[in-house]
């Protein structure tokens, strides 16, 4: 049974910098496209940044303007995520998405905390 654990979160102040780690276990990243999401309560999970399963494409969120990076090694089977000049907006859980087909894996989340 396949499985991605998130990693890197905590409590950081307001311009300061953060990478999240995705780790995949059980199975190869490869063909998978992967995703982060966050999500704030009361909200529903938003889309912060996607890669293409090469690493040759990827797309943010309208709201990192510039600010986050998203990136992989598939030889480590992991996704990564920096993410610099953190606003106090930016609090919420992030969660690491693997998709592939019909297959989907979804970690458990990490929290991040933007606080002065």
């Known amino acids: 049974q396949g499985e991605v654990v998130e990693s890197g979160g905590g409590l950081v102040q307001p311009g300061g910098s953060l990478r999240l780690s995705c780790i995949a276990s059980?199975?190869?990243?490869?063909?998978?496209?992967m995703h982060w999401y966050r999500q704030v309560p009361g909200k529903g999970r938003e889309l912060v940044a996607s890669?293409?399963?090469?690493?040759?494409?990827?797309n943010y969120g309208d709201f990192v303007k510039g600010r986050f990076v998203v990136s992989r090694d598939n030889d480590k089977n992991a996704m990564y995520l920096q993410m610099d000049s953190l606003k106090l907006e930016d609090t919420a859980v992030y969660y690491c998405?693997?998709?592939?087909?019909?297959?989907?894996?979804w970690g458990q989340g990490t929290q991040v905390t933007v606080s002065s």
């Open positions: 059980g199975f190869s990243v490869e063909p998978y496209a």
């Open positions: 890669i293409s399963p090469a690493g040759n494409s990827v």
């Open positions: 998405k693997a998709a592939y087909g019909i297959n989907t894996y």
